[in-house]
């Protein structure tokens, strides 16, 4: 399990070397998420047209390593955008990864752009 988890470090939008194109935007459900693999990553990606915004983070959810997180529910808390995962309703927020139920859990996040009318993932390698 660990090995699965170490697979996954946030990336903030600074660090970003390469800037993986994901597909367009209607590929992707909006305030729900979709799937996409890059090299040996799950990564779930978030239209949160509530909030007018995107965000990425690892599919596999650490508390049981299920690849289930872009089937959460996504919502906000105190204003911080979050995924709830669907099989135990852990949360994450999708800014910084916390666990917002107080466990010791935390997720990647990836930085997300729009280019014209595609999603692009920011990675590092
Ligand atoms: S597997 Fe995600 S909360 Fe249990």
Known sequence: MEEILNQYETVQASDATIWF???????????RGGCIKYKNKQIAIFNFARRNAWYAC??????????VLSRGM???????????CPMHKKTFSLIDGSNLNGDDYRI?????????NEVFVGFVD
């Open 21 to 31: 194109k994901a597909g367009k935007i209607e590929d992707f459900p909006t305030n």
């Open 74 to 84: 996504t919502g906000s808390a105190d204003d911080i955008p979050k995924i709830a």
């Open 58 to 67: 690892q599919n596999a959810c650490p508390h049981k390593m299920e690849m």
């Open 108 to 116: 990647a996040t990836y930085p997300v752009k729009i280019i014209e």
